[in-house]
């Protein structure tokens, strides 16, 4: 079993120098995004079912024991992982890890710091303007 694993990031983990200085070592940071799906922000981001979604983010590989200790912090550790197919913007596709919630916030909360913060590192990782303007 490989000790790696790709995952798809779409918050404030989608930034690879971040998690560098936090002493991880992500390779292979690429930007993607995933169709039908929202970015539902609460307290953090998670993604929501949406027939008409994209969320746009950053595939990167991760060591399984790597993954493990960033969920295990307190503010993420209720994230779940699931699969997701990631598009590339070479055209191709990539099957990856996604943690969310497993109930989305209801909107109720809401956190602009973090918000301003997502918009900061959207713009430093390249994603489509009009996207990091949305958030």
Not at 28 to 54: F, I, Q
Not at 77 to 105: H, I, K, S, W
């Amino acid at each position: 079993m490989a000790e790696f694993a790709t995952v798809f990031l779409y918050g404030l983990f989608m930034d690879p120098e971040a998690l560098q200085e936090r002493g991880f070592r992500p390779s292979n940071p690429r930007r993607a995004y995933v169709d039908r799906v929202a970015l539902r922000l609460g307290k953090r981001a998670t993604l929501v079912p949406d027939s008409e979604g994209r969320v746009h983010g950053v595939l990167m590989t991760l060591m399984h024991n790597e993954i493990d200790r960033l969920y295990s912090e307190a503010s993420v550790a209720a994230y779940r992982p699931e699969p997701v197919l990631a598009q590339l913007e070479d055209g191709t596709a990539e099957v990856a890890l996604c943690f969310n919630l497993p109930t989305a916030p209801d909107g109720a909360t809401t956190n602009p710091e973090y918000a301003a913060a997502l918009q900061g590192v959207a713009r430093k990782m390249g994603l489509p303007e009009h996207y990091a303007d949305r958030l």
